[in-house]
């Protein structure tokens, strides 16, 4: 039998399911066939991401080794390179304890729910031309709905542990991510006010010169407010200097915790593609036609780093600090680049209300003058703002006088 996907079926239009769902309708019926390349794509698709999360583990600490002047993993391979599968066979032999006075049910769930929205939204991130699971007129949108999953998430593995530091870092958590979530999606106007569409394929096809040249203030809010939803050093305040636990996740053990690290390591890899696609131009690149998938992965890699070099970098903050960060910081900087992007949109578009790359340059050499401006001005007041302390002053005791 010969099986032929319809001009009006959303899947039409990604070349990979219609590859094998043409190839697997020469020996199945095609109503199984359509169930089977679904069921394909989304074992491809969880697979890679999960396959990606080790991989870059492997290369995180090894970078971070190099960072440090210290030897990372090198025991188990060729320079360590077996060393997450060692893990993963040590996490997967461990003992799965679950707290005596945990809600076991909501307990179970919060790993799944951790690894969930990383897998789902790389589902409508395009790796090359029509290459995405599905191409949604929504898609920043469907991304931004996704995303909120994870403070459920975490807020779920707090209050189900029976644990209260459990629940002061879910707490602690939470607050971060709701509070980095609106410059993030404020950031993401700009980018939405560019392209004229919240569809991905959109955004990479209008970013003749790339949104990151254009839109630098946006690019810098969303790297900073990524880095803080990922709990990613310097943001990481789920684990408190002042308690020493793994915050909202200090019962989870064995496979359940293994999944937990599994989501935190794939959702660098998964913001790292969501950033190639609104910012750096997607699969664009020379021979793009036949080499888009491998400019995009290269992109990826090199966001990657980037995380991981600010890893290494810079102390953490404290959860005042973090806020403030947020709040007198990020927002103001997505505000003022809202405003401005609105503004060039509707002095610089032409009668059908589209930009050409005349006015994309233009706009580039505006907005790197506003963030630099922006970035120069707010951080001198923040930096009033969550400066620590000075030391302690005071008379000096004698031993006598201190007893």
């Not at 993963?88 to 945990?102: M, N, Q, S, Y």
């Not at 951790?114 to 920043?140: E, Q, R, S």
Request: proline share 4%; charged share 15%; net charge neutral.
């Amino acid at each position: 039998m010969n099986c032929v996907l319809g001009a009006d079926n959303i899947l039409n239009d990604t070349v990979l399911y219609r590859v094998i769902y043409e190839a697997v309708g020469h020996v199945l019926p095609c109503g199984v066939s359509y169930v089977v390349a679904g069921l394909a794509m989304m074992l491809i698709l969880a697979n890679g991401v999960l396959l990606g999360a080790g991989l870059f583990s492997w290369v995180e600490r090894r970078l971070i080794g190099r960072f440090h002047n210290r030897i990372g993993p090198n025991r188990w391979g060729p320079f360590g390179m077996l060393q997450p599968l060692a893990d993963l066979v040590k996490l997967l032999t461990k003992e799965d304890l679950t707290p005596r006075g945990a809600d076991r049910i909501v307990f179970a769930i919060v790993p799944v729910a951790m690894v969930a929205p990383v897998i789902l939204m790389m589902a409508v991130v395009p790796f090359a031309k029509d290459t995405a699971l599905v191409n949604l007129n929504v898609g920043i949108l469907y991304i931004l709905a996704v995303t909120s999953i994870t403070s459920i998430a975490i807020f779920m593995a707090g209050w189900s542990s029976d644990n209260r530091y459990a629940m002061f870092g879910a707490s602690r958590g939470v607050a971060v991510l709701i509070s980095y979530e609106v410059p993030v999606v404020m950031s993401l106007l700009g980018v939405v006010i560019l392209a004229g569409s919240m569809s991905l394929d959109d955004v990479v096809s209008a970013q003749a010169v790339p949104f990151f040249l254009v839109q630098p203030l946006a690019f810098f809010v969303f790297l900073a407010g990524t880095s803080a939803e990922l709990n990613r050093t310097p943001f990481d305040v789920a684990e408190a200097e002042s308690e020493i636990i793994a915050g909202y996740h200090i019962e989870y053990s064995g496979v359940k915790f293994a999944l937990i690290q599994a989501a935190e390591f794939g959702a660098v890899l998964t913001a790292s593609a969501v950033m190639v696609t609104l910012f750096l131009g997607g699969w664009s690149g020379p021979f793009a036609s036949y080499l888009g998938w491998a400019w995009f992965l290269l992109k990826i890699g090199v966001l990657a780093f980037v995380f991981s070099w600010v890893r290494a970098t810079f102390p953490r903050l404290r959860i005042d600090q973090l806020l403030a960060f947020a709040w007198k910081f990020l927002l103001p900087l997505s505000i003022i680049n809202l405003f401005a992007t609105a503004l060039e949109v509707y002095f610089l578009r032409d009668a059908a209300g589209t930009l050409d790359t005349t006015d994309l340059w233009i706009m580039a050499g505006i907005n790197f003058g506003v963030a630099f401006a922006c970035l120069l001005i707010f951080g001198t007041l923040i930096k009033e703002k969550v400066r620590p302390a000075g030391p302690v002053t005071g008379a000096i005791l004698s031993p006598g006088e201190a007893d």
